[in-house]
């Protein structure tokens, strides 16, 4: 699992870096990258799922230590 989240993490980091080039090189006069605003849209997309992935597993994860903590902190609230 640790592994998965890893891999993840990168993924999101990269799918970023290439949705800024792209987004950039298309933005430069006389560079024109084809269906660019459709390929920024798609690796969006790509990191709000991977990202609702990461989030949703941490919340599973902390609400599972906060059952076992009920009462001695007050920290999180849900």
Do not use: C, H, W
Request: glycine residues 10%; without cysteine; charged residues 20%.
């Amino acid at each position: 699992m640790e592994k998965i989240k890893k891999i993840a993490k990168y993924t999101t980091n990269v799918l970023a870096i290439i949705g800024a080039l792209v987004a950039g090189i298309n933005g430069v006069d006389g560079i024109t990258i084809p269906y660019a605003t459709q390929i920024i849209q798609v690796i969006a997309v790509l990191q709000g799922v991977i990202g609702t992935y990461l989030l949703s597993n941490k919340v599973i994860n902390n609400r599972g230590v906060l059952d076992e903590n009920k009462g001695k902190s007050n920290k999180y609230k849900f």
